[in-house]
Each structure stands twice: as C-alpha cells, then as structure tokens.
C-alpha cells in the first residue's frame, strides 16, 4: 500500500508541477504529509539530489523514493515522476498519427518548421564562433580538425563516438601538446 501512495504522490507531483525546483514545495508536502521523512532529512534529499549529475526533478523522486522505499521506492517514484510526460507523449503521438493528413495540422506545420531551422541555424552559428575563434583569431586547428571530421562521417561512415573521441584527441594534441591555436 505504501508503494502505491508513493506513486501516485509522484503522480501528483508530477502533474502538478513543472519540474526542477518547481517540484521541491509539493515534494515535501507530500513527504511531510505522508510521514516519510522530516523536514531535515527532505532537506538533505534536496541538496543530494542538487549536487549529483542529472534532472533535478528525477534525482529528487529517486532519492526520496528510495528513503521511502529502497530501491523499489525509488523506481516506483521516478516511474510515477515521468508517467505525465509518458502520458502527454502519448497522446500527442496519438493526435499526431489522427491530424497529420489534416490542412490545419499542415498548416500549422508550415509555420514551425522553418522556426525550428532557424533556432537550430542559430545554435550552429553561436557553437562555431565559440569553437572556431580564440579571441579575434580564426582558429585553423579547429577548422582542420572540424573538415577531417565531416570527411570521416560523410566518406568514411564513422560512428559518432569515434568522431567524438577522434575529435578529442586531435583536440589534445593540436592546441594541449602542441600549442597550436
């Protein structure tokens, strides 16, 4: 029985809030509520779950869930967390499959997509000015290593993390090893 309030408090909090810090005041109410824990050890939770790597949302469920409930009381939290996400999901890849024949959907479509182009074209723009210039000078070391990059994916196939770890290296050798801007 306990394992079903944890989860459908997490369902509340999860509905109810927006996620990250929003979630903390409905958090522990639920937790003070309910008797699982008090509010020194909430507050150790909070700064437990801010602290360590990941949505601080999800490691807050997980933490608090497992105090609740060891790790079954974890999972049953986070499960309970994501289930709004998983149920919006859901229903937008329901309306999706029913509208994306419609002219308004299209429609609607025609607008954002070229907003989404845009907003991607952005950050492209922003990430090569911070790569590629080291103050007012071009970088030619990260151009090099950027071409021979986009060759080993578009000739050679190369997966992405070999890219990424290729990448790195030539990284450490041309600007750590070398010196070369």
């Not at 079903?4 to 903390?24: A, D, E, Q, R, W």
């Not at 974890?74 to 919006?88: H, K, N």
């Not at 182009?117 to 090569?128: E, K, P, Q, T």
Request: with cysteine.
């Amino acid at each position: 029985m306990e394992f079903i309030n944890l989860f459908l408090s997490f369902i509340k909090i999860g509905f109810t809030s927006f996620g990250g810090m929003s979630m903390i005041p409905l958090m522990q109410d639920e937790m003070l509520h309910h008797g699982w824990m008090s509010t020194e050890e909430f507050s150790n939770i909070i700064a437990i779950a801010e602290m360590t790597p990941g949505p601080f949302g999800l490691n807050c469920a997980t933490f608090a869930g497992m105090q609740v409930g060891g790790i079954i009381g974890g999972l049953t939290a986070v499960l309970g967390v994501l289930m709004p996400a998983y149920t919006l999901t859901m229903i937008v890849a329901a309306l999706f499959a029913r509208l994306k024949h419609s002219t308004l959907f299209e429609g609607i479509l025609y607008v954002i997509r070229p907003i989404c182009v845009g907003m991607l074209i952005s950050v492209i723009v922003g990430l090569c000015i911070t790569n590629y210039y080291s103050g007012q000078i071009l970088s030619i070391s990260g151009i090099v290593i950027a071409g021979i990059m986009l060759y080993l994916i578009q000739k050679q196939h190369w997966s992405v993390p070999k890219v990424i770890i290729s990448s790195a290296l030539l990284g450490i050798l041309f600007y750590g090893i070398m010196g070369i801007a």
